[in-house]
Nanobody, 113 residues
Framework: QVQLEESGGGLVREGGSLRLSCKAP????????VAWFRQVPGEQRDLVAS???????WYTNSMRGRVTVARDNPKNTAYLQMNNLKPEDTAVYYC???????WGRGIQVTVSP
């Protein structure tokens, strides 16, 4: 079963930055929109950002201005650059290939005060 490979998470202090990567080997990456979600234990999985197959980005209001989504089709990889991180951004972040509905396992992002 194909699964996406997230990387780049970890522990960062408030105000810091992280860049998440999402590799999609063995997929038809270029024809998919890519979405980034996050989930806190006990809560629903929320959409954070997405990028269409034509490179149009979308951001949730809580992160607009602090996050940039990008994709590199030849590398079958998507990115989520997160800046000025806040403790409330702490969550498990998931990558999703929208059209093929393929998910990654998730990666932890922890922002300390």
């Amino acid at each position: 079963q194909v699964q996406l490979e997230e990387s780049g998470g970890g522990l960062v202090r408030e105000g810091g930055s992280l860049r998440l990567s999402c590799k999609a080997p063995g997929t038809n990456f270029r024809v998919n929109a890519v979405a980034w979600f996050r989930q806190v234990p006990g809560e629903q999985r929320d959409l954070v950002a997405s990028i269409s197959k034509d490179d149009s980005p979308w951001y949730t209001n809580s992160m607009r201005g602090r996050v940039t989504v990008a994709r590199d089709n030849p590398k079958n990889t998507a990115y989520l650059q997160m800046n000025n991180l806040k403790p409330e951004d702490t969550a498990v972040y998931y990558c999703n290939l929208v059209d093929q509905n393929i998910w990654g396992r998730g990666i932890q992002v922890t922002v300390s005060p």
